[in-house]
């Protein structure tokens, strides 16, 4: 057993387990920010831009067809990317502003 659990943080040292753990926490909680962020200030601007006050995820697009009728929810979309293309920039900048990127250590091959 001793071996098994010896070996286990041998794991997680070498692979860098616990730098990913934190990574997976620091950018789920940038993402909640980010999407509070765009929520209250970026959507608005968008809905007086738009003329929409529910804003930019209630946009809709409506189209019928042969008496058959589909919605596309464009807003949500467009706000997916706003959002997704936030976060990735707020995560380059905090990893670069704070030089996290120099602390991985370079693996011997």
């Known amino acids: 057993m001793a071996k098994h659990l ?8 070498e692979q860098g387990v616990v730098g990913l753990a934190i990574g997976l926490a620091v950018g789920t909680q940038a993402a909640i920010l980010v999407k509070d962020i765009i929520k209250a200030i970026v959507d608005p601007i968008i809905g007086l831009i738009i003329g929409n006050p529910k804003g930019l995820q209630a946009s809709e697009w409506n189209v019928s067809v042969g008496g058959r009728e589909a919605t596309f929810a464009i807003g949500q979309l467009l706000y997916s990317i706003i959002v ?6 707020v995560i380059y900048f905090v990893v670069h502003g704070l ?11």
């Open 84 to 89: 997704f293309a936030a976060v990735c920039l």
């Open 6 to 13: 010896k070996g286990f943080l041998d794991f997680v040292r």
């Open 99 to 109: 030089k996290l990127d120099k602390l991985d250590k370079k693996k011997d091959k």
